[in-house]
């Protein structure tokens, strides 16, 4: 068959076949056997010249033969609007979710293989989200890319999200032919970065499960969707009753509440950094707190690679994966790794950061991360005043709100220099509740001179504050080895609860971020026990998405089972005195040169 604009006359079956069509030699559903027996099923894309070919390699739940466009309509159409350079050059017959577009790929002679994994897509099984199963079939289906007649045994990993998460975790297991990954907002801890923030259960997982997974399980069949290319179901050809989808498939939110600390359990889903030796291009997004950019920045500083890089952006998740901007700079580090081209990546800075402005994103090389010239600055809680200052306050002072309320807020007064804000931060705490614990949720803010918040387009919520961080307060024990002033480190393996009343030290981090504050505004730290709300209007609804977008996206902690009103629906206290000085610790960054307005950037 050849190059089509249209869907393709519906194939017979979902058996292996090949076909010419769009400048690419495409074979669908390509059977992988694991080392249990079960058989994957991928689709691959290359050139049509017979040659062997590096691969670009992804494994995980969405469907592969699902279209964006048909899976995630209202997130296609708002990138797709946006960013015309995404659509050009593309029929866009072969877009999927958080993967490569092969059209943009295979004439750079770049074989293309997406895997649907175990329980997913085409692939039968059952379905266990990042489990040491899952991660030895991603192993495995490196292993065999590499062995075949087309491939030149050289294997790169690439892909968003989940597709980015698990390649930390299969990079633990050092797969010979692993040459190369671009691990784009991939998170990295299951505890940490995932599913329970600072100690407290996040909802999104369940909830995701529901929309984005069970959607796509093998057996969905006339359920579910059907490829608009080839015709055919997406979720394999067996249509089965939702009894028996249930029993072939972990119940994810039941297994994240059974593991509330840090145990075997969540560190078999999480990388072994030490054993991360692929050379990577880590890419972090700046307003994806709640998942996206914190495993990116412990990956690049933690890992053993030698060759590691760290580039940092802002706007929807999504989008600059597949602008020009993310595809030719992923294309240069593949080029470099996987054909061996002598491009200079090698040479260039290790850190490419889009500093965010109130209006824009400035592009700037650095070395290190950290940036090394950072001036950590404290800015000490006034009890009295509501200020943030740099001179520490005097005299003993209780300030209360109630937990589920709004909090209390602290502001700098106007700035009187624009000031640079990137990197992590953390807050130091000291706190007392009417009950056994408390929920801790800190917003890092902006604000402007008449007291109107600036928020940002965040990785997925339209109206994002620059940080947050979240700790609960029987989770406070730090890991000493792992803990730094800016990124204190907690063990998460023991519960303390609290005496009525007695004050603890909390120490708080607060995800990596980037922002410019400008002269005028002021800097505010929201400390209450409850997830963020926007003030202003909604960001409305997404189609893979249950909530409404308020401010945290679909990255919430409002679960009851969680967080039951006896304990976690109490009175907060912050105290401040001898020896109880709170403080936020900033990462004010001096100038260091000029640099180039770059990237637009959608403030709200």
Known sequence: MTSVGHTRARAASHE????????????????????????????????VKDGRYPVILSYGPYAKGLAFQDGYPSAWQRMADAHPDVTAGSSNLYQSWEV???????????????VDSRGCGCSPGFI????????????DCIEWAAAQPWSNGKVGLNGISYYAINQWHVASLEPPHLAAMCVWEGAADWYRDMTHHGGIVCTFWENWY???????????????????????????????????????????????RAHPLDDAYHRARSPVWSKIKTPFLSAANWGGQGLHPRGNFEGFVRAASKDKWLEAHGIEHWTHFYTDYGRKLQLRFFDHFLHGKDNGFDRHPRVLLQVRHIDKFVERDE??????????????????????????????????????????????????QDTEITGPSAVKLFVSSSTEDADLF?????????????VFQGAIDPHTPVGQGWLRASHRRLDKRLSTPYRPYHTHDRIEPLAQNQVVELDIEIWPTSVVV???????????????????????????FKNELTGCGPFLHDDPRDRPLDIFGGVTSLHFGAGRRPYLLLPIIPAKKAATPNLPNRRK
């Open 442 to 454: 800190v917003v890092l803010r902006v604000f402007k001179g008449d007291l109107s918040e600036v």
């Open 367 to 416: 070395n290190e991360w950290p940036l090394e010239r950072t001036k950590w600055t404290k800015l000490y809680l006034h009890a009295r005043s509501g200020m943030l200052e740099r001179k520490a306050p005097a005299g003993k002072a209780v300030v209360q709100f109630e937990a589920l309320g709004n909090g209390a807020t602290f502001l700098t007064e106007p700035l009187t």
């Open 16 to 47: 292996h076949r090949s076909e010419v069509g769009d400048g690419m030699r495409i074979d669908w559903d390509v059977p992988i056997e694991m080392d249990d027996g079960l058989v994957l099923r991928a689709d691959i894309f290359r050139p």
């Open 210 to 256: 529901d929309m984005q997974v069970k959607t796509v399980q093998y057996g969905a069949g006339e359920r579910g969707k059907r490829s608009r290319v080839h015709g055919e179901l997406v979720c394999g050809p067996h249509t089965l009753s939702e009894e028996e989808l249930r029993k072939k498939r972990s119940a994810l939110g039941e297994g994240i």
């Open 100 to 114: 490569v577009d092969p059209e943009k790929w295979v004439p750079h002679d770049y074989a293309c293989v997406r």
């Open 518 to 544: 400008p002269a005028g505004h002021r800097i505010g730290l929201t400390i209450r026990g409850k997830d963020y709300v926007h003030a202003g209007p909604s960001g409305g609804k997404l189609s893979n």
């Open 128 to 139: 266990d989200h990042f489990s040491p199963r899952e991660t030895k079939d991603f192993y």
